[in-house]
């Protein structure tokens, strides 16, 4: 597994581009917008682009999703059915797929946005804004804030400190590194 990280200076998001390199597949995870730079890395792999993973409806993480389908026929996984189109599977609560040769795990973390998943890959977990390097994302009242905190406590902060966590925002982090220093979170 490969990972390339996209920084969109439209609102300062991530978007990563996960290949399997046995399959020559790829899986690009909230596509906030899509640059020359990200279809060349697709194509000179070349990589067969299978999917594309929405963390929560918010602009700044899905708004290169009309491109991708003009260019591509990626079958999109997203929680929220706004989202939807022909292409789309509306995933809820927590599970596992098979996308791209992967195991991707998925899990429901309100808060943030009441559609908020977390996926993961191996080692990897790609959080969205719902936990980021030291804070987690905004949420818009007292509930949830808590839920979310909770969640995050409860799904995240229980994997393996080693499990890296590749936010929507900001730098890369591990479990391990938000369980000591993340200020929002006081992990028992």
Partial sequence: MKIYFHLNIHGFSNTYIVTNEETMQAIIIDPGVITNNMIQQIERGPYNLT???ITHNHTTHLQGLSTLRKIYNPKIY????EVAGVDTVVIKGDGVIRIAGFSVGYM???GHSSDSMVFKIGRVMF???TLTAGSYGSTNN?????TLASNIK???LSQQDDIEVLPGHGPPTTVGVEKQFNIKIQYD
Avoid: N, Q, V
Wanted: negative net charge; charged residues 25%.
């Fill in 108 to 110: 429901s973390i309100p």
């Fill in 154 to 156: 409860l799904k995240l």
């Fill in 78 to 81: 997203a929680a929220d059915y």
């Fill in 127 to 129: 959080t969205g804004d």
């Fill in 142 to 146: 007292t509930y949830a804030e808590r």
């Fill in 51 to 53: 999917a594309c993973l």
